[in-house]
């Protein structure tokens, strides 16, 4: 997937240090999900015809409950390592929670090394997850809506080291912008894994709760040890999802609170 970055001067950049206006919905670009794409991505919360999809069904319910009562927006989705399926866990979920027609949902990836996201909706905005976390773009333009409900954030450019960007206070800030202006009842992050880099440390403060996918027969034991313990320090661990899973259907998505 080729990004697509406009010749002109972003119109936003003298605009973003004083807008304080809420997001528009309309004006995100609309993206409709290709069926056929969404069951080779393993997006069974889509046509929920799979059994798993009532898993992650129970998890929304669960991680809706906690989010209301703590009053959490902000929610980061990482792994020990690499091929746990935490990209494809966090959309599923995303979808899963805009099936409430009441909830608008964001779902970004800030996966920056091995972006998955616009991979799995097969699209990408014009503007990339670099040019946003710059403030480059208003974020309506880098943002794409599934649905009425669902806004997505995610380009298929790979950042070698994105750990600077990611840091800086100028990503704090438009995530916080984010956070404010879009509107949302929950924002899902797709972050990096815990363990194969810092890029993921430096952005678990800016998230309320976070969710840790672990590969079944894939992560050792060792290093969910040690990625627990990193995200109970940083932020609060809301639970554990054993992906992965070859026993039944039922278990496919083990949440655990």
């Known amino acids: 997937m080729d990004t697509k970055i406009p010749d002109s001067e972003p119109r936003s950049v003298k605009i973003l240090s004083v807008c ?42 669960k991680l809706l409950k906690d989010a209301r009562k703590e009053h959490w927006r902000t929610i980061g989705i990482t792994a020990p390592t690499a091929g ?13 929670l805009a099936r409430h027609d ?20 097969g699209r990408e905005g014009p503007y990339t997850t670099q040019q946003f976390l710059r403030g480059q ?19 298929a450019d790979s950042v070698i080291c994105p750990s600077e ?7 704090a800030h438009m995530l ?11 924002i899902l992050y797709n972050l990096p894994p815990l363990l194969e880099s810092d890029d993921c440390l430096g952005l678990l403060p800016l998230m309320e709760t976070s969710l840790l996918v672990v590969g079944a027969e894939f992560s050792t034991i ?36």
């Open 20 to 61: 304080t206006d809420p997001i528009s919905w309309a004006a995100m670009t609309p993206l409709t999900a290709d069926p056929k794409r969404m069951q080779r991505e393993r997006i069974v919360t889509f046509a929920r015809r799979h059994p798993a999809s009532q898993a992650f069904d129970i998890m929304r319910t």
């Open 84 to 96: 746990c399926g935490k990209a494809t866990v966090a959309a599923n979920l995303a979808v899963s």
């Open 102 to 121: 009441q909830l608008r949902v964001g779902l970004i990836d800030l996966d920056l090394r091995h972006p998955r996201i616009a991979q799995i909706f």
């Open 137 to 155: 773009c208003l974020m309506e333009d880098f943002l794409m809506r599934l649905g009425d409900n669902l806004a997505i954030g995610a380009s």
């Open 165 to 171: 960007l990611l840091h800086g206070p100028g990503a």
């Open 176 to 186: 916080e912008r984010l956070r404010e202006e879009l509107g949302a009842d929950l």
């Open 222 to 257: 060792p290093d969910i040890d040690v990625s627990e313990r990193e995200l109970q320090t940083a932020t609060r661990l809301l639970g554990v999802v054993l992906n992965k899973c070859r026993y039944d259907a039922d278990q496919n998505s083990n949440f655990q609170a």
